[in-house]
């Protein structure tokens, strides 16, 4: 199956649902934000030349005198703060709406970096939506394999290798990552796996209305996509924007920075993105128990 998605066809998360999938048990949720990263190696000012040509496009002037952080780089720095979560999996997806700045699969690496690795593969295409599709494809799968442990790696990077225009809601200004462990025995929260909607002639404020009427969450986060787009909020919602230029890991940097908060307190947490070019509307709820303990 692919789990790719062009303008018009049906989206992964439109695929008829064999029973409701469960809540995924989070067990802990990291980020990291990067600063230059490290050098091309020779090997690069050959390859993507090469294939660049072959899609009659060329590298930017200079593209290689500069640095970058590629997936492999970013996933191998932020995998040893989610132990003991990310000593197993049984599926790990990779979620990413930009090349990578590195030639080959940065998923094979983690048969190195995990003692215990299972399957891997990455979601890729699918625009603003694409981690919530990478989502889906774990619900399924816990649902229909009895998959336990479970990983969402979401990546942006910045380094550009063509000269191909790139869509306003998809430039990478900030290279990140963030993970996202699930465990059946875990207790950070109850992730809902996620709905999506089509906005087809219709406004994506008022779809989104109508899943916070139905969720009555106390925060909302918001993604690049719903930027200008949101209806009129009920007292007491806190709306929470992520940061610009991460079209992939903005609302997930968002609950993992206040995943420790929200414990605390309790929150409903409602995690919503538009992506105009599918003209989807994609919603996740969390729900987290609060501790009382601050």
Same mark, same amino acid.
């Given at each position: 199956?692919?789990?790719? /998605?062009?303008?018009?066809?049906?989206?992964?998360?439109?695929?008829?649902?064999?029973?409701?999938?469960?809540?995924?048990?989070?067990?802990?949720?990291?980020?990291?934000?990067?600063?230059?990263?490290?050098?091309?190696?020779?090997?690069?000012?050959?390859?993507?030349?090469?294939?660049?040509?072959?899609?009659?496009?060329? &590298?930017?002037?200079?593209?290689?005198?500069?640095?970058?952080?590629?997936? /492999?780089?970013?996933?191998?720095?932020?995998?040893? +703060?989610?132990?003991?979560?990310?000593?197993?999996?049984?599926?790990?997806?990779?979620?990413?709406? /930009?090349?990578?700045?590195?030639?080959?699969?940065?998923? &094979?690496?983690?048969?190195?970096?995990?003692?215990?690795?299972?399957?891997?593969?990455?979601?890729?295409?699918?625009?603003?939506?694409?981690?919530?599709?990478?989502?889906?494809?774990?619900?399924?799968?816990?649902?229909?394999?009895?998959?336990?442990?479970?990983?969402?790696?979401?990546?942006?990077?910045?380094?550009?290798?063509?000269?191909?225009?790139?869509?306003?809601?998809?430039? !990478?200004?900030?290279?990140?990552?963030?993970?996202?462990?699930?465990?059946?025995?875990?207790?950070?929260?109850?992730?809902?796996?996620?709905?999506?909607?089509?906005?087809?002639? +219709?406004?994506?404020?008022?779809?989104?209305?109508?899943?916070?009427?139905?969720?009555?969450?106390?925060?909302?986060?918001? *993604?690049? *996509?719903?930027?200008?787009?949101?209806?009129?909020?009920?007292?007491?919602?806190?709306?929470?924007?992520? +940061?610009?230029?991460?079209?992939? /890991?903005?609302?997930?940097?968002?609950?993992?920075?206040?995943?420790?908060?929200?414990?605390?307190?309790?929150?409903?947490?409602?995690?919503?993105?538009?992506?105009?070019?599918?003209?989807?509307?994609?919603? &996740?709820?969390?729900? !987290?128990? *609060?501790?009382?303990?601050?």
């Amino acid at each position: 199956m692919m789990y790719v /998605t062009t303008p018009g066809r049906r989206s992964q998360t439109d695929a008829p649902a064999l029973g409701r999938p469960a809540p995924l048990a989070l067990a802990g949720a990291v980020h990291q934000v990067f600063g230059p990263g490290g050098r091309f190696g020779n090997d690069d000012h050959i390859y993507y030349p090469d294939l660049m040509r072959a899609y009659g496009a060329t &590298c930017p002037p200079g593209a290689f005198e500069g640095r970058r952080n590629s997936y /492999t780089d970013m996933i191998t720095a932020v995998l040893p +703060r989610l132990r003991p979560h990310a000593d197993r999996f049984d599926l790990a997806v990779l979620a990413a709406a /930009t090349p990578d700045s590195q030639p080959g699969f940065p998923m &094979c690496h983690l048969s190195t970096l995990v003692p215990d690795a299972g399957l891997a593969f990455a979601v890729l295409d699918q625009g603003l939506v694409t981690a919530f599709t990478a989502l889906q494809v774990l619900a399924n799968r816990a649902r229909r394999d009895a998959a336990g442990r479970l990983l969402l790696i979401a990546v942006d990077q910045t380094t550009l290798l063509h000269d191909m225009p790139v869509p306003q809601p998809l430039r !990478v200004e900030h290279d990140v990552v963030v993970v996202l462990a699930f465990d059946p025995v875990a207790d950070a929260g109850r992730l809902h796996p996620p709905h999506s909607v089509s906005t087809h002639g +219709r406004a994506p404020a008022a779809v989104l209305a109508e899943a916070l009427a139905e969720h009555e969450p106390q925060v909302l986060v918001t *993604g690049a *996509g719903l930027i200008g787009q949101l209806p009129e909020m009920s007292p007491g919602v806190l709306v929470v924007p992520a +940061r610009l230029g991460q079209p992939v /890991t903005g609302v997930w940097q968002e609950v993992a920075v206040r995943l420790s908060r929200w414990q605390a307190e309790g929150a409903r947490v409602l995690i919503a993105d538009h992506d105009s070019d599918q003209e989807r509307l994609a919603t &996740c709820l969390l729900d !987290v128990t *609060g501790t009382g303990r601050t």
